[in-house]
């Protein structure tokens, strides 16, 4: 059968306990509002990076498109009209995000 443990070594264990739990709950007190600052900035950091990244692949579909557009300008031997998409200014417009009353036609 096994020996109970003796009063102090409880005691000690559930004091222990008792000042983990308080050090704990005393960071939170001291840092919470900037530990939730930090998670929040690094998620916002993240939102921006992806919007980065998908504005890249956007901006680079369409030059793709004019490239194509040159290309298929050249195998139909009309060099002049081939050069007219290339020589324009790369300008991507912005597109407008969707909005709960727009119906896509489909």
Known sequence: MALPPKTDEAFLREVDEELRRDKLAGFWTNWGIWVAIGVVAALAALAGFLYWQHHNGETAGVEGEQL????????????????????EPRQVEPRRLPRAGDVHAG
């Open 68 to 87: 194509q557009a040159a290309y298929d300008s050249l195998g139909a031997n009309n060099a002049a009209a081939a050069s007219k998409p290339l020589a």
